[in-house]
């Protein structure tokens, strides 16, 4: 039992099974985060950016290149066999983390960003026609919006935009009359990484399949911070990056319906995606094989699948838990330096908070801020349209994972109110 | 403040940031162009006088950081009566000060000089010069409006 236990303000005790969760023992597992930057201890707070890495995917990596190295699906040698075996395990360690039905559904990417760029390219092309509608959102990041712009553009089809209210919500009223028969594909992001907003997800993905419309789903900022299961949202594609969700950088997964995905044609050409190649005809491989071209980042996905295990041992009850409080504790905290205004404040939020403060611009914000070894990130986040929305040029945003602490907001706070003081 | 800070934003840097000179339009104005700094969305409008190849009369508009604010602020004081020629060759000196590429003569300088401690600061370079790349552009522009960008 919790309530027994002698517990300090770094161990808190979370959930109905009042599991321990150990900030400390957590921190132990990342080395990157135990050094000092301009002689003060690290605070790392631009997790939506990128996360840290713990040691055993930086030791996954490692391990991949001094003793597994080879290529893979063609050796029939010793190494070819472990580094495809290793690979694949990697496979289905994604397919379980999303709950997908099978690992045919899965496919390795460079990251959420080519996730969406390869469903607009092959099912887009295939399946968007002119005078069909595609509807994206205000909040999105510009990976999922640029690529719908593009499509849109070469096949005369009409790109419509949910709007956000003043909390940074989606406006699902005007979502329900933007959609129609006409609507063939709806894209939004699960979690918005300028403003936190955690979108209605299963809402939306219903509305649209009312009319027939498929779903894309821009997970990257979800993935470390909630549990995905695409069979209970019924989603068609949902992508996210493997370095956001304490990865290597330069991997990530889409998962698509089997049914979209065999009817879609290829994206890259090249080996591995082919079953026969003659100069009058190609055969394409199966599933997911038929869009993974040429020699993939083996050790990459190897690693981030460690990394998806890593957080599962955690338990997202408990990062949840934890990150909630450590949103509630800055959110209230910020509110108090003087003429700090935070954007985005829905009802629904992930560990990300944005803000701006009255006449100090967000880049020096985050000059001096990183003096104080804290490291944030300012501008707009390439979210661009969310700026505009809320008239600003720009925001500092500080993004918490489950290895920070109360402490570390302590910091945040005290170094914003000497930039206030420096600004007078 | 920490002294390395203080080196940065000096307190002559956070006055011009707090009260720019010359902080409005000219109209008419023989040259303009707009600038754009899309790392952290600095946007500036910069209009010249020019007349027998002297500024004669200069004013900015516009939003950003306090190190773009206050050098665009600085910049139009110390441009102001000078030929077009003594503005470019300023200009690669003021580069050269805040990328840390030469050893600049802090006198040639002058007021300037205020700005040598970006060079700690390699992602702020970008805003200290973002004023004077669109009064380049100005100047070069053949067309009323040029828009130049630091990327």
């Known amino acids: ?424 | 403040m920490d002294t390395d800070l203080r080196d940065l934003y000096q307190e002559i840097i956070l006055d011009h940031n707090k009260n720019p000179k010359n902080f409005h339009k000219l109209d008419p104005a023989s040259h303009s162009a707009e600038g754009y700094n899309p790392l952290c969305g600095d946007k500036i409008n910069v209009y010249l006088q020019v007349e027998d190849g002297k500024i004669v009369d200069i004013g900015f508009e516009g939003s950003g950081c306090a190190i773009s604010k206050a050098s665009a602020s600085v910049m139009t004081t110390i441009v102001k009566n000078k030929t077009v020629e003594e503005v470019k060759a300023l200009f690669e000196k003021f580069k050269g000060l805040v990328t840390g590429k030469v050893e600049p003569d802090m006198l040639e300088l002058g007021k300037l000089a205020v700005f040598a401690g970006v060079r700690d600061y390699p992602s702020r370079a970008k805003c200290a010069t973002l004023s004077w790349h669109t009064v380049m552009a100005a100047l070069n522009s053949k067309e009323e409006q040029a828009i130049v960008s630091t990327e």
Not at chain 1, 185 to 207: D, Y
Not at chain 1, 224 to 230: A, E, F, L
Request: negative net charge; proline residues 4%; aromatic residues 8%.
């Open chain 1, 1 to 424: 039992m919790a309530e027994t236990i002698e517990m300090d303000d770094r161990t808190i005790a979370i959930g109905k099974n009042h599991k321990l969760f150990d900030v400390e023992r957590i921190r132990a597992d990342f080395p990157i985060l135990h050094q000092r930057i301009h002689g003060k201890p690290l605070a790392y707070l631009d997790n939506a950016a990128t996360s840290q890495k713990p040691k055993v995917v930086i030791d996954a990596i490692s391990h991949y290149y001094q003793a597994q190295n080879a290529n893979i699906h063609r050796g029939v040698y010793y190494l070819s066999e472990v580094a495809t075996q290793a690979y694949e395990q990697a496979r289905e360690c994604v397919r379980s983390f999303l709950n997908a039905a099978s690992t045919e559904e899965i496919i390795f990417t460079r990251g959420a960003t080519e996730g969406i760029n390869l469903v607009a390219h092959s099912y887009g092309r295939r399946f968007i026609q002119q005078g069909d509608e595609v509807i994206i959102t205000t909040m999105d990041h510009h990976s999922n919006i640029v690529p719908w712009q593009i499509l849109c553009e070469e096949k005369g089809a009409q790109l419509r935009v949910v709007p956000i209210d003043d909390h940074g919500e989606l406006m699902m009223d005007e979502y329900a009359s933007l959609l129609s028969a006409k609507t063939k594909l709806v894209a939004f992001g699960h979690i918005s990484n300028s403003l936190g907003t955690i979108n209605p997800i299963e809402k939306i993905i219903q509305m649209a399949h009312q009319v027939g419309a498929v779903v894309v789903v821009d997970g990257a900022q979800a993935a470390p911070h909630t549990p995905i299961d695409v069979q209970a949202l019924d989603v068609d594609f949902y992508a996210f990056s493997g370095h956001k969700v304490f990865g290597p950088t330069g991997i990530g997964a889409l998962y698509g319906k089997e049914k979209w995905l065999d009817a879609m044609p290829p994206y890259q050409g090249g080996g591995d995606m082919i079953k026969s190649v003659t100069l009058e005809k190609t055969i394409y491989n199966d599933l997911p094989y038929k869009f993974e071209a040429g020699t993939p980042h083996i050790s990459g996905g190897i690693a981030m699948a460690k990394a998806l295990d890593y957080v599962g041992q955690i338990g997202y009850p408990q990062i949840e838990a934890y990150e909630n409080d450590l949103l509630n504790c800055a959110t209230e905290a910020l509110q108090k330096v003087d003429g700090l205004r935070i954007v985005g404040t829905a009802q629904h939020k992930a560990s990300v908070v944005s803000f701006v403060l009255e006449s100090v611009h967000p880049h020096d914000v985050g000059t001096i801020l990183d003096r104080e070894g804290i490291a944030i990130r300012t501008g707009h986040h390439c979210t661009q349209p969310v700026m505009d929305r809320f008239h600003i040029p720009a925001t500092s945003r500080a993004s918490f994972a489950f290895y920070n602490t109360k402490e570390e907001i302590d910091r945040l706070v005290e170094a914003l109110h000497k930039v206030v003081r420096m600004f007078q």
